[in-house]
């Protein structure tokens, strides 16, 4: 496909499991960023993948959350032992390497924690 | 990366200019404005950049004054469907080494009939 992926478009969890969440970005973008959106509240940046580089983790807020991306394409974001405030629409998007700034977000993972 | 402040909420009315002003007192020399509009249940979606005077295109304009510390946004003639959230944000310059993209609050637009 032409734009960047997320998958599932939907999960409903019960609280202390853990989920995955997985991001198809757009072949040839070397920038991948993980971002977290609670209802009616703007983008809060959980991760960002630049290349071969180390990740920039700082966005991430405990240790029960971790990403990764493979072969410098599918990144797939783990919640460890989820909580209720882990309920969010969690938004993938891709960019152009290096640094352009323009990036192209997917539909987003709507994670409800019961 | 420079912080960037914009108002909350503003409404207009189809066929009206909406101008959306953003303030970034601490912008770096190489440092570019960028603008996204986010629809309800979808993720942004970049709508222009710009680093200095005056940038158009086909959806919008971008106005950034001398001294770059603050930008407007102009949507002309909106019509119903920019009822959107816009987002000002500051860095993440073009080509030089690679930064992450943090957004603010974000200004929500209702346009009414």
């Known amino acids: 496909g032409a734009g960047v992926s997320q998958s599932p478009s939907n999960k409903v969890t019960e609280k202390g499991k853990d989920v995955e969440l997985r991001c198809d970005p757009i072949s040839g973008h070397t920038a991948l960023y993980w971002y977290r959106q609670s209802l009616g509240q703007g983008l809060e940046f959980l991760i960002y993948f630049q290349g071969n580089s180390a990740p920039d983790k700082s966005g991430l807020p405990s240790d029960r959350f971790s990403a990764e991306r493979t072969g410098g394409s599918v990144s797939t974001l783990t919640i460890q032992r989820t909580q209720q405030e882990d309920s969010a629409v969690y938004l993938c998007a891709s960019s152009l390497d290096p640094g352009v700034t323009e990036a192209f977000f997917g539909q987003g993972t709507r994670l409800t924690v019961v | 990366l420079a912080k960037t402040t914009q108002p909350i909420s503003m409404d207009s009315y189809e066929g009206q200019e909406v101008n959306i002003t953003c303030s970034h007192n601490n912008i770096a020399t190489n440092d570019y404005i960028t603008w996204y509009q986010q629809f309800p249940s979808q993720g942004p979606r970049f709508i222009i950049q710009?680093?200095?005077t005056k940038v158009t295109n086909e959806v919008a304009s971008l106005f950034i004054p001398a001294d770059r510390k603050s930008s407007t946004l102009s949507l002309p003639r909106v019509s119903l469907s920019d009822t959107a959230v816009y987002y000002c944000?500051?860095?993440?310059?073009?080509?030089?080494?690679?930064?992450?993209?943090?957004f603010g609050s974000g200004t929500r637009l209702s346009i009414r009939p």
């Open positions: 944000l500051v860095g993440a310059h073009p080509y030089s080494s690679a930064s992450k993209i943090i």
């Open positions: 710009g680093y200095k």
